[in-house]
């Protein structure tokens, strides 16, 4: 046989299962909390178009009360004038 070839024993340690079902489990978790992130996330995001919609509606309102004012500033300027 050659220093350079390949020899696999065909026997299972106890240290390597126990590491694949730690290995397992633990990719398990990750993706598991993965998962929790990404609907914590996802709420927050709806959360945040409501209030900017909100946030519009309202600047959206406070505008047309500026127009109305600046309206009826330049209207009486007119008259007086």
């Known amino acids: 046989m050659q220093a350079d070839q390949w020899q696999m024993k065909k026997e299972l340690n106890l240290a390597h299962i126990l590491t694949t079902i730690a290995l397992l489990v633990s990719g398990i ?3 598991n909390d993965l998962d929790k992130r990404i609907t914590t996330n996802s709420q927050e995001l709806a959360h945040l178009k409501q209030i900017r919609k909100e946030d519009q509606k309202r600047i959206e309102k ?3 009360s500026i127009d ?3 309206d009826a500033l330049l209207s009486a300027k007119r008259n007086s004038g």
Do not use: E, N, V
Request: hydrophobic share 45%; glycine share 0%.
């Open 68 to 70: 109305k004012k600046l």
């Open 62 to 64: 406070r505008l047309d």
């Open 29 to 31: 978790l990750y993706l």
